[in-house]
């Protein structure tokens, strides 16, 4: 069936270093891939996707790659902060809108 | 800046007993769905709804639940006959087509049935 998992539960990175969130996924049919951030208390916030087309796409301070020979997915923060502490879902989207989500990275950032 | 918003942000319930969990989306969007994200765990899709009706929904999605827009600016989730499972954190969200995958979510009702 469809599902969308991440390899660690947790990561602790220093300030300053950067952070790289790994995802698989299994539904290659999915047409994005997204990254969402949820802070404690609050809904998941949208930071950045991936049309399944592309290999790489590139925001602010953030690097999101698809590898879809393995169906892989990974988020990349530069100069980690510590306002970037939060728990990270990939998610992929069908043509419908629905997002199917992976359980979950928390990422501690050490000041 | 818009956002969804979501009432009450914490509603605790009796087992068996009805609640109705409201949701304002934000106003031009045209996509409208459910999640819920039992405590520690991912968050889970419930139902999507466009065009005042349900586009998707999971198997989580029984006849238990339903959802409704009953005006231009709501979008309720009403559980039936609550069960202790039901307990978890539900989101609303909205996104302004499926053309866009920025789906915006609103902050949450934390559902406790005892």
């Known amino acids: 069936g469809e599902s969308v998992g991440l390899h660690l539960p947790t990561l602790s990175v220093q300030e300053g270093d950067n952070s790289i969130i790994n995802c698989a996924y299994s539904?290659?049919?999915?047409?994005?891939f997204i990254w969402y951030k949820q802070e404690s208390g609050k809904g998941p916030q949208f930071i950045i996707d991936i049309r399944s087309n592309m290999d790489k796409r590139q925001g602010q301070r953030v690097t999101v790659l698809l590898n879809k020979t393995v169906k892989h997915l990974s988020l990349q923060i530069a100069a980690t902060q510590p306002g970037d502490s939060a728990v990270y879902f990939c998610?992929?989207?069908?043509?419908?809108?629905?997002?199917?989500f992976g359980q979950g990275t928390e990422l501690s950032v050490k000041p | 800046e818009p956002e969804v918003t979501q009432t009450p942000s914490h509603q605790v319930t009796q087992m068996g007993q009805e609640v109705i969990l409201r949701c304002v989306p934000i106003s031009n969007h045209l996509y409208f769905y459910w999640y819920r994200q039992i405590l520690g765990q991912k968050v889970e899709f419930l139902v999507s709804f466009y065009n005042n009706e349900i586009s998707e929904k999971s198997e989580i999605f029984d006849d238990q639940f339903s959802v409704e827009r009953p005006d231009g600016s709501n979008f309720t989730l009403k559980i039936r006959s609550t069960k202790l499972e039901d307990s978890a954190m539900y989101f609303c969200a909205s996104s302004p087509g499926t053309g866009s995958t920025e789906a915006f979510f609103g902050q949450g009702t934390r559902l406790t049935v005892v």
């Open positions: 539904n290659s049919a999915s047409d994005y």
């Open positions: 998610a992929e989207r069908n043509q419908g809108g629905k997002l199917i």
